[in-house]
Nanobody, 113 residues
Framework: QVQLVESGGGLVLPGDSLTLSCAASGFIFSHNSLKWVRQAPGKGLEWVGEIDTFGTTAYADFVKGRFTISRDNAMNTLALQMNKLKPEDTGNYYC???????RGQGTQVTVSS
């Protein structure tokens, strides 16, 4: 079955960078668009951005210019490079198929001084 396992979260300082990874299995990775979403404490899921099968990306305004999504179809992995992190980026980050809700546990990112 479809499995998406996020990793790479942690505690960082404002302004730091962090790269999240998502390992995928159970489906034809290269044939699917994927997305990153996040959930801040006490709030609902928030779309961060996505990448289609051609590698074309789209981002929420609040991460444009700071976050970059990439994919490696040979390794079935999705990445989220996050730069210039802000405290408001704190949350649990999930990868998911573009048309679905997250299936995994996510990875926690905390931005705090």
């Amino acid at each position: 079955q479809v499995q998406l396992v996020e990793s790479g979260g942690g505690l960082v300082l404002p302004g730091d960078s962090l790269t999240l990874s998502c390992a995928a299995s159970g489906f034809i990775f290269s044939h699917n668009s994927l997305k990153w979403v996040r959930q801040a404490p006490g709030k609902g899921l928030e779309w961060v951005g996505e990448i289609d099968t051609f590698g074309t990306t789209a981002y929420a305004d609040f991460v444009k210019g700071r976050f970059t999504i990439s994919r490696d179809n040979a390794m079935n992995t999705l990445a989220l490079q996050m730069n210039k992190l802000k405290p408001e980026d704190t949350g649990n980050y999930y990868c998911a198929l573009a048309g679905e809700t997250p299936r995994g546990q996510g990875t926690q990112v905390t931005v705090s001084s």
